[in-house]
């Protein structure tokens, strides 16, 4: 794994986190799509966490590998949760007009909460 | 000006060092250098990736200046060139589960200013960086 990705476990939630700082670009977005993908297909209506703490940076590829994730997640009738996106992150996915398609939480618990209810 | 050449991930990281170690940029806000730091990579992965298909040993070549409160950025490429005008709109409901093509778009929304010169093998960017102006 990619030393800037932390991926956790919370009961039966998988939480992908990343390094403070962690600029969010073409290497570091394979090892996300990757990483997250090993969580989701290991279980049944996997319940999946990307937490956008310490990301102070990301591109289109980014999107796209979040899009894939989604994919993946929904296919196996699993729920992903975007959490603690900065405002100019929240930005770019306005931009996109990808809000309505992906869940959000303002942080890393309320995703948590999300996921168990 | 100065040429890059390598997979995509040296390229991205060494223009970014060029770009953003700068001293024209000191003080600038975060807001702004995400900006630009955004622009940058999108155009440097378009230009690697579509402009010369992936190929690391042909040259991208960056400049950039600042014009008073203006920034201008440029990267170009060797390869056949594009047509801006033909690139599907990613927000359409079409484009919208698509996995790319967001780049262009971002990179319009960032920036204040955008020209595709050289038949689509340059990207000439203009982002103002004084805050009271922004958009």
């Keep these: ?117 | 000006m100065r040429s890059f050449t390598g997979s995509l991930s040296e390229v991205v990281q060494s223009t970014r060092d060029f770009v953003l170690q700068g001293d024209f940029l000191n003080g600038l806000s975060q807001e702004l250098i995400f900006a630009i730091r955004l622009a940058l990579e999108e155009a440097v992965t378009n230009a690697h990736r579509h402009g010369h298909g992936g190929d690391p040993d042909r040259p991208i070549s960056i400049a950039f200046s600042r014009h008073g409160d203006d920034l201008i950025l440029e990267v170009a490429d060797t390869g056949d060139g594009f047509d801006p005008g033909s690139v599907p709109d990613p927000r359409s409901p079409e484009g919208i589960e698509r996995s790319s093509g967001r780049g262009l778009l971002l990179i319009r929304a960032f920036m204040h200013h955008v020209e595709h010169l050289d038949a689509g093998r340059r990207i000439r960017m203009r982002r103002c960086l004084e805050p009271a102006r922004s958009s």
Excluded: W, Y
């Design chain 1, 1 to 117: 794994m990619d030393q800037a990705i932390e991926s956790t476990t919370f009961g039966d939630v998988s939480i992908v986190g990343f390094q403070t700082g962690s600029l969010l670009d073409e290497s570091l977005v394979r090892a996300l799509e990757s990483t997250a993908l090993n969580a989701a297909v290991t279980v049944d209506r996997p319940k999946l966490i990307v937490d956008f703490e310490g990301v102070v940076h990301l591109t289109s590829a980014a999107l796209g590998a979040l899009l894939t994730i989604r994919r993946e997640v929904e296919g196996r009738q699993g729920i992903l949760i975007l959490a603690s996106l900065s405002p100019a992150i929240d930005e770019v996915f306005d931009i996109a007009c990808l809000r309505p398609v992906f869940a959000f939480a303002a942080n890393r618990s309320a995703a948590i909460d999300l996921c168990q209810a």
